[in-house]
């Protein structure tokens, strides 16, 4: 645990301004995200240096298939999330407290040292939202590049300007899930807005980051030929034709067990539709 970036203190307590959600925060008491709590007026990161989870994954399983293909990384996370995706295929460590996962001590140091000692030519911040460990991932993504290392992002992009911009000359890649392109699903299902997210993607894009987009289609939900349509149009007006767009397949999971898995006829209807909005690079993932 150390003392948080992105804060201020108020009369009971501290508003935390790292996300969109600027959660104010009672002595005693935690943010959204479970894993950013006030003492003593002040504020704390509880699970730096403590990752609950670690791996090694080949890169398009991020998923990202147009950076460094056919290269592995090193994958890592700790819990926390600012999102609540009714769908979450990692609720057991986003939907929890640092506390209530079995974790490691890993200095920022020791996880640059895992990756050189075993080849490994990036390291992906990953599993739950990297966001709300943002220290950690800073600490670690400095050194990484100071080491030749390079860094990638998974995240649902919800986080404030100025952190980001911290951050941004350490990304390299980002894989950035896009959960619907409608704010009522948004709210309802993932707890969050879906503003900052578009706007914190055309940012990485123009900072240089290579910046991949995934959409879980979501059976009922957010698989319409609509919502579908949207997404490209808000790429092709964004002129973001290049960047990769990964539909992704929907299993019922977590809080969403009523809904049956997207079919196959609709993301093989979402690519078809995609490239013919001029998308050049379409993937479908969990198929
Ligand atoms: S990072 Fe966590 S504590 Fe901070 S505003 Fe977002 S949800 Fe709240
Ligand atoms: S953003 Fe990702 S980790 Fe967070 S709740 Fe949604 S699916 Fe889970």
Redesign the pocket.
Known sequence: MIEARYFTATGDGVQCLLCPHRCRIREGARGICRSRECRGGSLYALSYGMPCALAVDPVEKKPLNRFMPGTRCLSLSCTG?????R?????DI??VAPEETDSTPLSPEAVVDMCLRRRLPSIAYT???PFTWWEYMYDIAALAHDKGLKNILV??G?VEKEPLQEILPYLDAANI?I?AMDNDIYRKY?GATLAPVLENILAMHKAGVHVEITN?LVTGLNDSDGHIGKLCQWMVDNHLPDVPLHFSRYFPWYRMKATGPTPAATLIRAREMALSYGIKDVFLGNI
Do not use: P, R
């Not at 999330?81 to 995706?85: A, D, E, K, V, Y």
């Open positions: 999330c600012n999102l609540s995706c769908w979450c295929q990692n609720s986003s939907q599993y739950t939202e995240s649902a919800y899930d959960k993932c879980l």
